[in-house]
């Protein structure tokens, strides 16, 4: 019964490892949109984007560490 408990717990934990996906997607989307609209910004747009990438990405990865956690911790 705790083991089927900490499966649910780390499934739940894992949530926003879609959330960061999604994240990413629309920050590199727009990354391309607005080079396509200003090109000459795109130096100052790229190292925006990978600040937002960089930020998105740890919070997927602290989902997917608090995920383990559950399930090989006590």
Do not use: D, W
């Not at 717990?9 to 607005?34: D, E, R, W, Y």
């Not at 990865?61 to 911790?73: G, K, N, R, S, T």
């Amino acid at each position: 019964m705790i083991q089927a408990a900490k499966y649910i717990g780390a499934g739940l934990a894992t949530i926003g490892v879609s959330g960061a996906g999604v994240g990413i997607g629309l920050i590199f989307s727009n990354l391309i949109s607005g080079t396509s609209r200003n090109p000459s910004v795109r130096p100052h747009l790229f190292s925006m984007a990978i600040l937002g990438f960089a930020l998105t990405e740890a919070t997927g990865l602290f989902c997917l560490m608090l995920a383990f956690l559950i399930i090989y911790a006590a």
